[in-house]
């Protein structure tokens, strides 16, 4: 694919009398596409291996007795091809088809979504006869009929041309949509018992070159012809899938994959593409609220709120120092959001105390996250050809779905050896080479023995490793950050082997917040505070204390250290580890602002409340998990009275008496890009690196600029006999022995409650049910049904779900649903939990 | 030319199924002879031969055997095709029944020439007695040591497994076979690859029909001149001719390649049923365009037929008299090709659909003046356009009655009425046909949730 063709691997060929070469092993279809020849088509996808069921696209080829079609027949040297354009034997083959294919097509266009956009319509109208011949009986079948709850299927458009099922089978890997039955009866199909059950379901429907796959939420909502379509990039997740925005009277109606063959191909998620009913829900804040002396909220203009903010921030500050105010961001942000958020609390008030990291952190993927801010790689394209791939700490289809998608690519077309480290295997179970199980949280040790080399059970992956070289990856999910001493040990995995290395994060913005620096002793670029380059001169000023991170925040706001808390884009109430623990801060807290787009269960502690538009109305940029920057146009005006997050931010710093200089989200980006982003690649900076970068490498870093809560016992040593569940805890081994046989790992699900998913109703009923993952051996031991209700009992909680038993998990380990799915995992305590039955409650089967 | 027993041989036989029979009739000497042979030698033998496959495409055995690589590293498949499925066609089923172990020897020759382990014989699903008596044969020759581990004290290990069709004509086309075999459904595949280099299971695989593999022991024990003895020069070898409708006996018969079609008919069936004169016929199953009685003295070879203007096929000969009407024979092999179609490639599954409405109308006299041209038409828009065989076979009854016999069904169209000779036919020209489209049955699959 990125080889250069030579000469030799090049062959030359006529079409419609022009003369080309193409690489050897190209079909003619696409060969033609060069010339800038269409060839009509409906099955042809150039992402799905050939499979020429419709006949369309026939060819005459020189010397053959029967037209070909193009779209299955490689290229050969000296051939001569005729498309319709210049043989008649192609064009009476393609009229041919298409009357074929209108025979039992029901042309109801008129109420058809695909109306206005749809191949076969455009062909008929191009290739097409003006009149049926057929007065016979049309096939009939009852319509639409349900695929999932996002999806409808219109038997009679279908043209059978097996793309939806091609795309389940090969590109998404879930055989859940078929073809069944034969002759004129062929049609699309899921089975009885098993639920079509993918994340990507929303791709059949784009690709359905008729009206026959709908999806729900579109279904009759708009034409083609009274849309405008703008770029987008998805705001989900990190995989930065490049989005068609279409809208329509200021609503958006429907977002499509856009094609981007480096990122996300033509593919994307249905949490992506379904999931934008917030944009316009009822629970959208569109209006500045601002709590009154007698304690009741009233909405309030621009200025009174943001006077009101920047006079509490100030009061914090005056009362407590800069150090008593604390910014929690989430990890949705924009770049230049993100960035300008950083240089408020930085250069404004003058704190350190800032966090994107609203889940399980550690002190210690500090220097990892240093190293990889501001860089670019490894990418899609990288990791789709690494002969090898180290995953650890990530899964990979719930967390970033199109990097699932690729691996899954790389291991369909060149049987890419995927290594998983780790107790849970998940969706990559099907593709994996090998797993390299470890207990929860002691992930380190087979990493760092994958480093070294010489461990003699690990020869086979070491070996791979080495024949590799520096095109092997190493992928390492957030949540290693719950293993003591595996995120810092993945990364000297790449480093001592000279692999790539990314970390990848589940959100959109948690990339852009690395790079900006919104954790605590760091600055843009992965600059650690006490060496800021550059960022010392574009600022005013720096903070001379380091700061808390985000339990730290909370832990000091509850003690009543931290005065004013300022929540962008974040819910600590229901997402923070420790639910209690939030809430006793927000209620003992003096201050708190409240940034963001929708109503949720810290609004209710908001004493100012600032309306935020969401990705679709505003301009900005997102960073994929490589480090990409992509940036997105505004699509639709803003609800309400909203405002860009970093507008407010601007307006609340010149409340503050501090100008910064910026009037558009353009001189926001043009100041922060030369500081967050950083040239060569995350490995010369890694700690251990000779000759780092940017960061000069210093294993002591960490300890010289620790923050105040790294005082706290750190993971992997004793940690304190306390009721309250401490993240760094989650996973390591306590001496859990038989009152807490189970280590836990906690995987939040693609699709969940979150708020960023309301109103879309459809895509939530496609989600999957949270359950508890249990070895079969455990289940059966334990004598859990597949499917039956188990409590999970911890040090400090007890949460009932129910149990799906896989292989996909070690045995002694289980996986909990994550808080989007409804229960906080962290109200159990600590890292270990046993199960016990609960009476009453059948298995599924 | 005289008829032959070389395939049938055994026909007679009381016991020549059983292993005991079958060995006291001369059974097991191609195999004893093939045993000692270089494969390759084996392979050159069936090239020189000059046997051509039997399962209807008439490909020269010995090549596709040489086509095999013999150097991936996988295992080599051979998958004997008796799904026997093409309308008129039942020499397998025969031979199948009355000589198993002609078939078996025939594998373990084919098996140890092409360096195969192990092979599948896959078995139309409505032939049960012929496939009780493979199962009893193939488990006798395990019993026996002709099959399984060293055979005979060769070295030799060879394994054979005998799997019933579900019963769709297009899993007897070779690819379809082994995706069903794999246990898909049943749908031809793109080639290339070839199944000799990527078949079941992706492993280099050769598919070849009962009948050309039950011929490969004889070529073995007696020679490529013997075998060429008989037969044409590009058609060399005896063949079983399966002759069926209005003749007085009809069945299979074993001539060499080459006799014409009036000796087969008239000395080993007796001729057309008194009082009947040959109107029309199909000289190897309904996929094979039609001839009249013009063609009654053209040699059953592959090259005679073709120059023709039909195919050999599977040497199915299906005879029709004046009594028959050719619009109504057509419209029940169209009805058998809309109904089996696999639904794949658009012409086909659209094409058949249509063709079989528009000649039940016909025949139920609503047929109109351009009805003619578009059966025609269709039948060219599909014919080379299709994705398999299937499809091309479709047409060819259809286009060669009308060549032929295009005053019957305009007089159908025009006046209402078939030629008073014909005896209408029970069952097919019905007072409401027309009525048996699919979309009249209950959908099989009302809702998304199907079985
Ligand atoms: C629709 C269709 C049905 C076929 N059915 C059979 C069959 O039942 N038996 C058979 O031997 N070949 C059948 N064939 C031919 C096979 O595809 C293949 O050519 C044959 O098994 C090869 O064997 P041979 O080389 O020994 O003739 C069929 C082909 C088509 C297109
Ligand atoms: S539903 Fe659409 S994509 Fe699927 S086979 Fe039918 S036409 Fe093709
Ligand atoms: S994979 Fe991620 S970026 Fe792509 S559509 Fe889904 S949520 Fe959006
Ligand atoms: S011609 Fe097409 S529809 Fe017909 S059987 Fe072959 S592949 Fe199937
Ligand atoms: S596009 Fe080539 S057969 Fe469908």
Redesign the interface.
């Known amino acids: 694919m990125t080889d250069t063709a030579a000469p030799a691997d090049t062959v030359h060929l006529t079409i419609d009398g022009r003369e080309l070469d193409v690489p050897k092993g190209l079909l003619v279809i696409r060969a033609a596409e060069q010339l800038g020849i269409t060839i009509p088509r409906f099955c042809d996808h150039p992402l799905l291996d050939p499979v020429a069921a419709c006949r369309q696209c026939l060819v005459e080829v020189e010397g053959q007795r029967k037209p070909f079609t193009a779209c299955s027949t490689t290229c050969t040297d000296g051939m001569v091809v005729k498309t319709h354009l210049t043989s008649d034997v192609a064009r009476e083959g393609q009229e041919g088809q298409l009357e074929f294919l209108l025979l039992n097509h029901p042309l109801d266009c008129p109420q058809c979504d695909k109306g206005g956009e749809c191949p076969l319509q455009d062909q008929t109208l191009a290739h097409g006869p003006g009149d049926s011949r057929m007065i016979d009986r049309k096939r009939r079948f009852t319509k639409p009929v349900p695929i999932s709850a996002q999806v409808a299927l219109d038997r009679e458009r279908c043209v059978l041309c097996a793309r939806c099922t091609r795309f389940s089978a090969e590109i998404s890997g879930d055989k859940f949509i078929e073809l069944f039955e034969r002759g004129a009866l062929e049609q699309v199909a899921i089975y009885e018992d098993e639920p079509y059950e993918s994340y990507f379901s929303g791709n059949v429907v784009q690709i359905c070159p008729v009206g026959a796959l709908t999806s729900t939420s579109y279904r009759f909502s708009a034409r083609p012809f009274d849309l405008r379509s703008l770029p987008g990039v998805c705001n989900q997740c990190s995989a930065g899938c490049n989005l068609r925005v279409d809208v329509r009277r200021g609503e958006v109606q429907r977002l499509l994959a856009r094609d981007n063959m480096a990122v996300n191909e033509m593919w994307n998620c249905d949490k992506g593409r379904f999931g934008f009913e917030y944009v316009a829900s009822a629970e959208r804040l569109r209006q500045p609220v601002v709590r009154d002396e007698l304690g009741s909220m009233r909405p309030a203009t621009w200025l009174t709120a943001l006077r009101a903010a920047a006079g509490r921030i100030q009061a914090a500050v005056d009362a407590g120092g800069p150090a008593a105010v604390g910014v929690l961001t989430g990890g949705r942000l924009t770049d230049e959001d993100a960035y300008a958020v950083g240089r408020f609390a930085r250069d404004v008030v003058g704190t350190d105390n800032v966090d994107f990291r609203l889940r399980p952190r550690t002190d210690e993927e500090r220097d990892v996250l240093a190293a990889v801010a501001g860089t670019l790689g490894p990418t899609y394209d990288e990791v789709e050809h690494a002969p090898v791939v180290v995953v650890a700490g990530l899964e990979t289809e719930e967390e970033v779905p199109i990097l699932h998608l690729r691996l899954r690519k790389a291991w369909r077309k060149h049987r890419q050896r995927i290594v998983v480290v780790g107790p849970v295997i998940g969706s990559l179970e099907e593709i994996a080479w090998r797993w390299i199980q470890t207990p929860a949280g002691e992930e380190s040790s087979r990493l760092t023995a994958l480093a070294s080399g010489g461990d003699a059970d690990l020869s086979e992956v070491t070996d791979a490793l080495d024949e590799a070289g520096d095109r092997g990856v190493v992928l390492a999910g957030e949540r290693l950050a719950h293993s003591p001493g595996a995120l810092p040990a993945a990364a000297e995995l790449a480093r001592a082997r000279g692999l790539g290395f990314a970390w990848v994060p589940r959100r959109n913005g948690a990339r852009g917040a690395v790079d900006a620096g919104l954790l605590p002793g760091l600055l843009p670029g992965g600059r650690i505070a006490a060496e800021p380059g550059p960022v010392a001169d574009a600022w005013g000023r720096l903070p001379e204390q380091p700061g808390l991170d985000t339990r730290g925040m909370l832990e000091a706001a509850a003690a009543g250290e931290v005065r004013a808390l300022y929540l962008i884009g974040i819910d600590p109430v229901r997402d923070f580890e420790d639910p209690a623990l939030a809430q006793a801060a927000l209620e003992r807290v003096d201050t708190v602002i409240v940034q963001d787009l929708l109503q949720n269960e810290t609004t209710r502690f908001a004493d100012v409340i600032l309306p935020a538009t969401a990705a679709q109305e505003r301009v900005g940029s997102f960073t994929t998990w490589e480090g990409r920057r992509q940036p997105f146009p505004q699509a639709v005006a803003p609800q309400g009275l909203a405002q860009q997050d970093w507008d407010i931010v601007r307006q609340l710093a010149r409340a503050l008496g501090s100008d910064l200089g910026w009037e558009t989200a353009n001189d926001v980006r043009r100041e922060a890009a030369p500081l967050m982003e950083v040239a060569g690649s995350a490995l010369s900076r890694l700690p251990g690196a000779q000759g780092g970068g940017v960061v000069p490498a210093s294993p002591e870093r960490s300890g010289d600029d620790a923050p105040v809560s790294s005082e706290r016992p750190s993971a992997g040593h004793d940690a304190p006999a306390s009721s309250e569940p401490s993240p760094d805890s989650l996973s390591h081994q306590e001496a859990g022995g038989a009152e807490f046989p189970f280590g836990v790992v906690v995987v939040d699900y693609l699709v969940g409650d979150s708020t960023m998913l309301v109103g879309a109703k459809a895509l939530k009923e496609t989600a999957r049910r949270p359950a508890v993952w249990v070895h079969p051996a455990d289940a059966g031991r334990l004598g859990l049904a597949d499917g039956a209700e188990v409590a999970v009992v911890g040090s400090a909680g007890r949460l009932v779900w129910p149990v799906r038993a896989t292989s996909g998990v070690l045995q002694g380990c289980v996986v909990l649903p994550g808080n989007s799915s409804g229960q906080a995992p962290g109200l159990l305590g600590g890292s270990r939990v046993r199960l016990e039955p609960v009476a009453g409650t059948g298995g599924d089967e | 030319m005289p008829e032959v027993q070389v395939l049938s041989q055994r026909y007679s036989l009381s016991d020549g199924h059983t292993l005991d029979g079958y060995l006291r009739s001369g059974g097991m000497a191609g195999l004893r002879v093939a045993l000692d042979m270089a494969p390759a030698d084996i392979i050159t033998l069936v090239k020189d031969s000059g046997l051509r496959g039997r399962g209807g495409a008439g490909f020269p055995t010995g090549v596709k055997w040489g086509f095999v690589p013999q150097d991936t590293g996988r295992p080599i498949y051979l998958v004997v095709n008796a799904d026997e499925g093409e309308p008129g066609t039942f020499k397998d089923r025969e031979l199948m029944e009355r000589d198993p172990f002609m078939l078996l020897e025939g594998m373990a020759i084919a098996a140890r020439a092409l360096g195969c382990a192990r092979s599948f014989i896959f078995i139309r699903g409505e032939y049960l007695w012929p496939g009780i008596r493979l199962e009893e044969a193939i488990a006798e020759a395990y019993t026996d040591g002709w099959l399984g581990k060293d055979i005979q004290g060769s070295g030799f290990d060879f394994d054979v497994t005998l799997h019933y069709a579900a019963g769709?004509y297009?899993c007897g086309e070779e690819t379809a076979l082994l995706d069903a075999l794999e246990g898909r459904?049943g749908q031809p595949r793109?080639r290339p690859p070839f199944p000799a280099v990527a078949g079941l299971y992706a492993c280099p695989t050769v598919v070849n029909n009962v009948e050309t593999i039950a011929t490969v022991p004889h070529i073995i024990e007696l020679g490529a001149e013997w075998f060429r003895s008989m037969g044409t020069e590009k058609s060399p070898g005896p063949k079983l001719f399966c002759v069926s409708g209005e003749v007085v006996r009809p069945g299979n018969y074993e001539f060499p390649m080459g006799t014409p079609a009036r000796e087969i008919i008239e000395t080993a069936c007796g001729g057309m049923l008194p009082d009947r004169a040959l109107k029309f016929w199909a000289p190897g199953g309904s996929s094979t365009p039609l001839l009249t009685a013009e063609h009654y003295d053209v040699g059953m070879d592959f090259e005679s037929i073709s120059a023709a203007g039909s195919l050999l096929g599977t040497a199915a000969m299906m005879m029709f008299s004046d009594r028959t009407s050719v619009v109504d024979a057509v419209l029940n092999w169209t009805r058998f090709y809309?109904?089996?179609?696999?639904?794949?490639?658009?012409?086909c599954?659209?094409?058949?659909?249509?063709l079989a409405?528009?000649l039940e109308?016909i025949l139920d006299r609503r047929g109109?003046e351009?009805d003619i041209q578009?059966l025609d038409?269709l039948c060219?828009?599909i014919f080379?356009?299709?994705?398999c065989a299937l499809g091309d076979g479709a047409t060819s009854p259809i286009k060669s009655s009308i060549k032929y016999f295009r005053e019957e069904y305009v007089q159908l169209i025009e006046q209402g009425r078939l030629p008073d000779h014909i005896e209408p036919h029970a069952g097919v020209v019905t007072e409401n046909s027309g009525h048996h489209?699919?979309?009249s049955r209950p959908?099989?699959?009302?809702?998304?949730?199907?079985?």
């Open positions: 769709a297009i459904r793109l809309e109904h089996e179609s696999c639904g794949k490639c658009t012409p599954r659209e094409g058949t659909f249509w409405q528009i109308r109109r351009q578009i038409d060219d828009n080379g356009r299709a994705f489209r699919p979309h959908p099989a699959r009302a809702g998304a949730h199907a079985r």
